[in-house]
Protein backbone atom coordinates (compact mmCIF):
# COMPACT_ATOMS: atom_id res chain seq x y z
CA UNK A 1 0.00 0.00 0.00
CA UNK A 2 3.16 2.31 1.18
CA UNK A 3 4.83 1.43 -1.97
CA UNK A 4 2.03 1.85 -3.97
CA UNK A 5 1.29 5.48 -2.80
CA UNK A 6 5.36 6.17 -3.36
CA UNK A 7 4.43 4.97 -6.69
CA UNK A 8 1.94 7.54 -7.59
CA UNK A 9 3.72 10.55 -5.48
CA UNK A 10 6.89 9.40 -8.09
CA UNK A 11 4.22 9.41 -11.44
CA UNK A 12 2.53 12.61 -10.15
CA UNK A 13 6.49 14.33 -9.32
CA UNK A 14 8.12 12.77 -12.71
CA UNK A 15 4.70 14.46 -14.51
CA UNK A 16 5.44 17.62 -12.88
CA UNK A 17 8.90 17.74 -13.51
CA UNK A 18 8.49 16.45 -17.46
CA UNK A 19 5.49 19.52 -17.45
CA UNK A 20 8.37 21.95 -15.85
CA UNK A 21 10.83 21.01 -18.25
CA UNK A 22 8.58 21.51 -20.99
CA UNK A 23 7.03 24.89 -20.65
CA UNK A 24 9.13 27.22 -23.27
CA UNK A 25 8.27 30.86 -23.21
CA UNK A 26 6.11 32.98 -24.94
CA UNK A 27 7.01 35.27 -28.05
CA UNK A 28 4.82 38.03 -29.07
CA UNK A 29 5.03 39.83 -31.85
CA UNK A 30 3.24 42.93 -33.23
CA UNK A 31 2.72 44.41 -36.99
CA UNK A 32 0.36 46.50 -38.57
CA UNK A 33 -1.16 44.72 -41.29
CA UNK A 34 -4.76 45.21 -43.74
CA UNK A 35 -5.30 48.73 -41.74
CA UNK A 36 -5.09 46.96 -37.85
CA UNK A 37 -2.94 45.95 -35.80
CA UNK A 38 -1.97 42.37 -35.76
CA UNK A 39 -0.79 40.62 -32.44
CA UNK A 40 0.81 36.58 -32.54
CA UNK A 41 1.53 35.14 -28.83
CA UNK A 42 2.78 31.80 -29.39
CA UNK A 43 6.03 29.59 -28.23
CA UNK A 44 7.90 29.42 -31.67
CA UNK A 45 9.61 32.71 -32.78
CA UNK A 46 9.90 31.20 -36.41
CA UNK A 47 5.82 30.37 -36.90
CA UNK A 48 4.95 33.60 -35.32
CA UNK A 49 6.85 35.06 -38.60
CA UNK A 50 5.67 32.36 -41.08
CA UNK A 51 2.42 33.51 -39.69
CA UNK A 52 2.77 37.10 -40.29
CA UNK A 53 3.86 36.71 -43.88
CA UNK A 54 0.50 34.27 -44.51
CA UNK A 55 -1.53 37.15 -43.22
CA UNK A 56 0.75 39.62 -45.63
CA UNK A 57 -0.04 37.49 -48.60
CA UNK A 58 -3.81 37.56 -47.31
CA UNK A 59 -3.44 41.07 -47.64
CA UNK A 60 -2.15 41.36 -50.70
CA UNK A 61 -5.00 39.18 -52.16
CA UNK A 62 -7.84 41.37 -50.67
CA UNK A 63 -6.81 44.37 -49.55
CA UNK A 64 -9.27 46.97 -51.43
CA UNK A 65 -6.03 49.41 -51.28
CA UNK A 66 -3.18 47.59 -53.12
CA UNK A 67 -3.57 48.29 -56.41
CA UNK A 68 -2.57 44.37 -57.64
CA UNK A 69 -4.53 42.62 -55.18
CA UNK A 70 -7.16 40.03 -56.79
CA UNK A 71 -10.01 42.29 -55.16
CA UNK A 72 -8.69 45.60 -56.70
CA UNK A 73 -8.61 43.79 -60.26
CA UNK A 74 -11.80 42.67 -59.65
CA UNK A 75 -13.48 46.09 -58.94
CA UNK A 76 -11.53 47.28 -61.83
CA UNK A 77 -11.86 44.67 -64.44
CA UNK A 78 -15.23 43.20 -63.25
CA UNK A 79 -13.96 40.17 -63.25
CA UNK A 80 -10.82 38.38 -61.77
CA UNK A 81 -8.97 34.81 -61.74
CA UNK A 82 -9.34 34.59 -58.05
CA UNK A 83 -7.01 32.40 -55.93
CA UNK A 84 -8.59 29.33 -53.72
CA UNK A 85 -8.70 31.46 -50.67
CA UNK A 86 -10.35 34.74 -52.35
CA UNK A 87 -12.92 32.01 -53.50
CA UNK A 88 -13.37 30.58 -50.27
CA UNK A 89 -14.31 34.18 -48.53
CA UNK A 90 -16.82 34.96 -51.83
CA UNK A 91 -18.17 31.91 -51.25
CA UNK A 92 -18.90 32.29 -47.24
CA UNK A 93 -19.95 36.28 -48.04
CA UNK A 94 -22.47 35.29 -50.62
CA UNK A 95 -23.92 32.69 -48.19
CA UNK A 96 -23.78 35.55 -45.37
CA UNK A 97 -25.38 37.57 -47.36
CA UNK A 98 -28.44 34.80 -48.39
CA UNK A 99 -28.80 34.02 -44.54
CA UNK A 100 -29.07 37.60 -43.60
CA UNK A 101 -31.42 39.08 -46.41
CA UNK A 102 -29.08 41.17 -47.46
CA UNK A 103 -27.85 42.79 -44.29
CA UNK A 104 -24.27 41.62 -44.56
CA UNK A 105 -22.89 42.46 -47.91
CA UNK A 106 -19.72 43.14 -49.37
CA UNK A 107 -20.77 45.08 -52.10
CA UNK A 108 -21.54 47.75 -50.04
CA UNK A 109 -18.48 49.59 -51.10
CA UNK A 110 -19.72 52.39 -53.06
CA UNK A 111 -21.46 53.09 -49.92
CA UNK A 112 -18.25 53.25 -47.93
CA UNK A 113 -17.02 56.02 -50.25
CA UNK A 114 -19.79 57.73 -50.55
CA UNK A 115 -20.07 58.26 -46.65
CA UNK A 116 -15.93 58.03 -46.21
CA UNK A 117 -16.53 57.77 -42.45
CA UNK A 118 -12.50 57.52 -42.09
CA UNK A 119 -11.29 60.78 -43.86
CA UNK A 120 -15.05 62.08 -42.20
CA UNK A 121 -13.67 61.39 -39.07
CA UNK A 122 -10.53 63.11 -39.61
CA UNK A 123 -12.06 66.86 -40.23
CA UNK A 124 -13.39 68.93 -38.18
CA UNK A 125 -17.20 68.59 -37.46
CA UNK A 126 -18.14 71.80 -39.20
CA UNK A 127 -16.20 70.72 -42.59
CA UNK A 128 -18.50 67.30 -42.41
CA UNK A 129 -20.46 66.71 -45.67
CA UNK A 130 -23.37 64.19 -45.86
CA UNK A 131 -23.90 62.54 -49.19
CA UNK A 132 -27.23 63.13 -50.70
CA UNK A 133 -29.87 61.36 -50.66
CA UNK A 134 -29.52 61.21 -54.56
CA UNK A 135 -25.62 59.72 -54.73
CA UNK A 136 -27.14 57.14 -51.67
CA UNK A 137 -29.59 56.31 -54.09
CA UNK A 138 -27.18 56.24 -57.46
CA UNK A 139 -24.45 54.28 -55.27
CA UNK A 140 -27.46 51.83 -53.66
CA UNK A 141 -28.21 50.52 -57.63
CA UNK A 142 -24.72 49.16 -57.46
CA UNK A 143 -24.94 47.23 -54.09
CA UNK A 144 -26.15 43.89 -53.88
CA UNK A 145 -24.23 40.26 -54.00
CA UNK A 146 -26.51 39.18 -56.43
CA UNK A 147 -24.25 40.94 -59.02
CA UNK A 148 -21.32 38.99 -57.80
CA UNK A 149 -20.66 35.75 -59.91
CA UNK A 150 -18.39 32.87 -58.91
CA UNK A 151 -17.38 30.50 -61.35
CA UNK A 152 -16.15 27.74 -58.87
CA UNK A 153 -14.49 25.38 -61.32
CA UNK A 154 -12.51 28.07 -62.94
CA UNK A 155 -12.36 29.81 -59.91
CA UNK A 156 -13.55 33.23 -61.60
CA UNK A 157 -15.12 35.78 -60.44
CA UNK A 158 -17.32 38.35 -62.06
CA UNK A 159 -18.96 41.18 -60.63
CA UNK A 160 -21.94 41.49 -63.66
CA UNK A 161 -22.63 45.36 -63.71
CA UNK A 162 -20.50 48.46 -63.94
CA UNK A 163 -19.91 50.46 -61.10
CA UNK A 164 -19.86 47.25 -58.29
CA UNK A 165 -17.30 47.63 -55.91
CA UNK A 166 -16.35 44.82 -53.31
CA UNK A 167 -15.12 45.41 -49.79
CA UNK A 168 -14.16 42.46 -47.70
CA UNK A 169 -13.48 44.88 -44.47
CA UNK A 170 -15.99 42.63 -42.56
CA UNK A 171 -14.51 39.50 -43.26
CA UNK A 172 -10.92 39.04 -44.43
CA UNK A 173 -9.23 40.53 -41.24
CA UNK A 174 -10.78 36.92 -39.60
CA UNK A 175 -10.34 34.73 -42.25
CA UNK A 176 -6.63 36.42 -41.97
CA UNK A 177 -6.68 34.98 -38.69
CA UNK A 178 -7.49 31.83 -39.18
CA UNK A 179 -5.20 31.91 -41.84
CA UNK A 180 -2.11 33.28 -39.27
CA UNK A 181 -4.06 29.93 -36.74
CA UNK A 182 -3.70 27.06 -39.91
CA UNK A 183 0.29 28.22 -40.45
CA UNK A 184 1.02 27.67 -37.01
CA UNK A 185 -0.41 24.57 -36.56
CA UNK A 186 1.10 23.45 -39.25
CA UNK A 187 4.84 24.22 -37.24
CA UNK A 188 3.21 22.43 -34.50
CA UNK A 189 2.07 25.09 -32.06
CA UNK A 190 -0.58 23.66 -30.31
CA UNK A 191 -0.95 26.81 -28.11
CA UNK A 192 -1.37 30.29 -29.54
CA UNK A 193 -3.28 33.34 -29.55
CA UNK A 194 -3.87 35.69 -33.07
CA UNK A 195 -5.56 39.16 -31.84
CA UNK A 196 -6.32 41.49 -35.20
CA UNK A 197 -8.58 44.29 -33.67
CA UNK A 198 -11.90 42.85 -33.54
CA UNK A 199 -11.16 39.46 -34.40
CA UNK A 200 -9.12 36.88 -31.86
CA UNK A 201 -8.81 33.50 -32.30
CA UNK A 202 -7.32 30.94 -29.11
CA UNK A 203 -5.50 27.61 -29.70
CA UNK A 204 -5.63 25.32 -26.94
CA UNK A 205 -4.65 27.05 -23.40
CA UNK A 206 -1.80 29.64 -22.41
CA UNK A 207 -0.71 27.08 -20.04
CA UNK A 208 -1.57 23.84 -17.52
CA UNK A 209 -4.49 24.76 -15.81
CA UNK A 210 -4.61 28.39 -17.72
CA UNK A 211 -6.58 29.47 -20.39
CA UNK A 212 -6.54 32.10 -22.50
CA UNK A 213 -8.76 34.88 -21.72
CA UNK A 214 -9.86 37.64 -24.26
CA UNK A 215 -11.57 40.77 -22.33
CA UNK A 216 -14.07 42.88 -24.56
CA UNK A 217 -13.92 46.49 -24.31
CA UNK A 218 -16.71 48.24 -22.87
CA UNK A 219 -18.39 50.62 -25.42
CA UNK A 220 -17.77 53.71 -23.46
CA UNK A 221 -14.90 53.49 -21.47
CA UNK A 222 -11.94 51.57 -20.99
CA UNK A 223 -13.25 49.12 -19.11
CA UNK A 224 -14.23 45.43 -19.79
CA UNK A 225 -17.55 44.69 -20.67
CA UNK A 226 -16.70 40.95 -20.96
CA UNK A 227 -14.48 38.23 -20.20
CA UNK A 228 -14.41 35.12 -22.39
CA UNK A 229 -12.28 31.81 -21.79
CA UNK A 230 -11.68 30.26 -25.15
CA UNK A 231 -10.33 27.14 -26.43
CA UNK A 232 -9.79 26.93 -29.86
CA UNK A 233 -12.64 29.44 -30.25
CA UNK A 234 -12.74 32.50 -32.28
CA UNK A 235 -14.21 35.54 -30.92
CA UNK A 236 -15.06 39.04 -33.08
CA UNK A 237 -16.62 42.45 -32.42
CA UNK A 238 -18.47 44.75 -34.41
CA UNK A 239 -18.76 48.28 -33.24
CA UNK A 240 -20.01 51.26 -34.02
CA UNK A 241 -18.15 53.33 -31.12
CA UNK A 242 -14.39 53.00 -32.29
CA UNK A 243 -14.91 54.40 -36.47
CA UNK A 244 -17.57 56.93 -36.28
CA UNK A 245 -17.99 60.27 -37.49
CA UNK A 246 -20.59 63.12 -36.15
CA UNK A 247 -22.34 65.35 -37.29
CA UNK A 248 -25.23 67.93 -36.17
CA UNK A 249 -24.88 65.67 -32.59
CA UNK A 250 -25.44 62.42 -34.20
CA UNK A 251 -23.21 59.24 -34.32
CA UNK A 252 -22.24 57.98 -38.09
CA UNK A 253 -20.38 54.42 -37.84
CA UNK A 254 -18.73 52.82 -40.74
CA UNK A 255 -21.25 49.72 -40.77
CA UNK A 256 -23.89 50.46 -43.43
CA UNK A 257 -27.00 48.97 -43.77
CA UNK A 258 -27.06 47.95 -47.49
CA UNK A 259 -30.71 48.26 -47.25
CA UNK A 260 -30.79 51.69 -46.48
CA UNK A 261 -27.71 52.82 -47.75
CA UNK A 262 -27.48 54.88 -44.44
CA UNK A 263 -24.75 53.95 -41.35
CA UNK A 264 -26.26 52.11 -38.72
CA UNK A 265 -28.47 53.63 -36.39
CA UNK A 266 -30.57 50.47 -34.46
CA UNK A 267 -29.23 51.24 -31.37
CA UNK A 268 -26.67 48.35 -31.28
CA UNK A 269 -23.21 49.54 -29.76
CA UNK A 270 -21.12 46.53 -30.10
CA UNK A 271 -22.03 42.65 -31.43
CA UNK A 272 -19.50 39.70 -30.67
CA UNK A 273 -19.42 36.61 -31.99
CA UNK A 274 -18.05 33.54 -30.14
CA UNK A 275 -17.58 30.78 -32.74
CA UNK A 276 -15.03 27.84 -34.61
CA UNK A 277 -13.62 30.23 -36.89
CA UNK A 278 -12.74 34.17 -37.51
CA UNK A 279 -14.15 33.94 -41.08
CA UNK A 280 -17.56 33.19 -39.52
CA UNK A 281 -17.17 35.10 -36.48
CA UNK A 282 -16.22 38.51 -38.10
CA UNK A 283 -18.90 37.94 -40.68
CA UNK A 284 -21.49 37.40 -38.79
CA UNK A 285 -20.97 39.83 -35.97
CA UNK A 286 -21.24 42.37 -39.00
CA UNK A 287 -24.43 40.94 -40.04
CA UNK A 288 -25.93 40.70 -36.52
CA UNK A 289 -25.06 44.55 -36.29
CA UNK A 290 -26.65 45.50 -38.96
CA UNK A 291 -30.12 43.41 -38.45
CA UNK A 292 -30.26 45.06 -34.74
CA UNK A 293 -30.62 43.38 -31.30
CA UNK A 294 -34.47 41.37 -32.28
CA UNK A 295 -33.61 40.06 -35.67
CA UNK A 296 -29.77 39.44 -35.02
CA UNK A 297 -30.69 37.57 -32.10
CA UNK A 298 -32.89 35.36 -34.01
CA UNK A 299 -30.40 35.21 -37.04
CA UNK A 300 -27.65 34.01 -34.63
CA UNK A 301 -30.05 30.83 -33.50
CA UNK A 302 -29.79 29.57 -36.86
CA UNK A 303 -26.42 29.09 -36.49
CA UNK A 304 -24.81 25.98 -34.32
CA UNK A 305 -22.14 27.01 -32.08
CA UNK A 306 -22.34 30.16 -32.22
CA UNK A 307 -22.33 32.68 -28.73
CA UNK A 308 -23.67 36.06 -29.33
CA UNK A 309 -23.55 39.43 -26.86
CA UNK A 310 -25.19 42.25 -28.03
CA UNK A 311 -24.32 45.71 -26.34
CA UNK A 312 -27.25 48.13 -27.02
CA UNK A 313 -27.50 51.93 -26.18
P1 LIG B 1 -16.41 44.85 -39.08
O1 LIG B 1 -15.50 45.69 -38.27
O2 LIG B 1 -15.94 43.45 -39.26
O3 LIG B 1 -17.82 44.88 -38.57
O4 LIG B 1 -16.40 45.43 -40.56
C1 LIG B 1 -16.69 46.77 -40.85
C2 LIG B 1 -16.23 47.08 -42.26
O5 LIG B 1 -16.96 46.27 -43.19
C3 LIG B 1 -16.52 48.52 -42.69
O6 LIG B 1 -15.41 49.34 -42.40
C4 LIG B 1 -16.74 48.37 -44.19
O7 LIG B 1 -15.52 48.33 -44.87
C5 LIG B 1 -17.41 47.02 -44.31
N1 LIG B 1 -18.90 47.07 -44.21
C6 LIG B 1 -19.67 48.10 -43.78
N2 LIG B 1 -20.97 47.75 -43.78
C7 LIG B 1 -21.02 46.45 -44.22
C8 LIG B 1 -22.09 45.54 -44.43
N3 LIG B 1 -23.36 45.85 -44.18
N4 LIG B 1 -21.78 44.30 -44.93
C9 LIG B 1 -20.49 43.96 -45.18
N5 LIG B 1 -19.45 44.80 -45.00
C10 LIG B 1 -19.69 46.02 -44.50
MG1 LIG C 1 -16.91 41.65 -39.41
Not at 119 to 125: R, S
Request: charged residues 25%; positive net charge; hydrophobic residues 40%.
Amino acid sequence: MKRAFYFLCFIFNFSFFLCGCSVRPYHSDTRLIMGTVFDIIAQDEEAIKKAFREIERIDSLMSDYKPDSEISRLNRDGRVKASPETIVVFRAAKKIYNLSGGAFDVTVGPLVKLWNIKANMAKDASLVKLPTEEKIKQALSCVSSDFIEIDEKNRIIKLKKRGVSVDLGAIARGYAVDRAIKTLKKCGVRNALVNAGGETYCLGAKGFLAPWRVGIKAPRNDNTANIFTLKNKAVSTSGGYEQFFVYNNKRYARIIDPRTGHPVDNGVISVTVVTDNGLTADALSTAIFVLGKEKGGQFARRFKNVRVRIITR
